[in-house]
């Protein structure tokens, strides 16, 4: 296939559909870029390739065209001089040099439609790999954007299940609740103990009664 055909099926070809079916889009856009640089590549080399035979062929053209010319001023002169044969040999001449002229005049122009071909292939394809890197820098920057996001939602799911104040929350009230249960046990015990003494006090004072009044009846 010729370069120009290569490149034409490159650049019509669906980006955005192409993109859209990819497993991973920003390979597949590493992958037709590669395949349009090296495009690149051939249709630079093609089109100066292309632009030195136009030059050829128009150094040719002006050549033979100036010989023809030549040829016809030989062909006038023998006849000014006479020598009507002198003069068909330039004629002949003359024909043959016309005649390749105006071959090389066709391939000039054959040439010229084939740089122009180039030319116009090189700047679309200039303008798809433009087109294809912009969609490359987007397609990244939305898959920053999706992995950022993702990002945000689990760290925001994890703190709505146990957040950071919630945690501290938590411990606050396991302390309390340690700190309540402590001074509850403390106040039992003393209360216990307090209880115990004034008990002991109050059976100490009834036997003392009770020895006080034995002795008054003559009992003890």
Do not use: C, H
Not at 17 to 39: G, V
């Amino acid at each position: 296939m010729s370069i120009l055909g290569r490149i034409k099926d490159l650049v019509s070809a669906n980006v955005n559909s192409m993109l859209d079916k990819a497993e991973d889009p920003e390979k597949m856009a590493n992958e037709y870029l590669r395949q349009l640089t090296n495009e690149l590549y051939e249709a630079r080399t093609g089109v100066a390739s292309a632009m030195a035979d136009e030059t050829k062929l128009e150094q040719r053209r002006i050549s033979t065209q100036g010989e023809a010319d030549q040829w016809q001023s030989k062909a006038e002169a023998a006849l000014r001089a006479g020598d009507e044969t002198l003069a068909k040999a330039a004629l002949a001449r003359k024909v043959q040099s016309q005649k390749l002229a105006d071959q090389y005049r066709q391939q000039e122009t054959a040439q010229e439609e084939q740089v122009n071909a180039l030319q116009d292939a090189l700047v679309n394809l200039e303008t798809r790999i433009a087109e294809v890197k912009a969609k490359k820098e987007l397609i990244i920057a939305k898959k920053n954007r999706a992995a950022t996001q993702e990002a945000i939602q689990r760290t925001a799911s994890s703190m709505g299940r146990v957040g950071a104040m919630d945690k501290l929350d938590d411990l606050e009230e396991k302390v309390d609740d340690r700190l309540a249960k402590a001074e509850a046990m403390s106040k039992l015990e003393q209360g216990s103990l307090e209880t115990k003494f004034r008990n002991l006090e109050k059976d100490q004072e009834v036997d003392s009664e009770l020895a006080e009044l034995k002795r008054k009846m003559g009992l003890s």
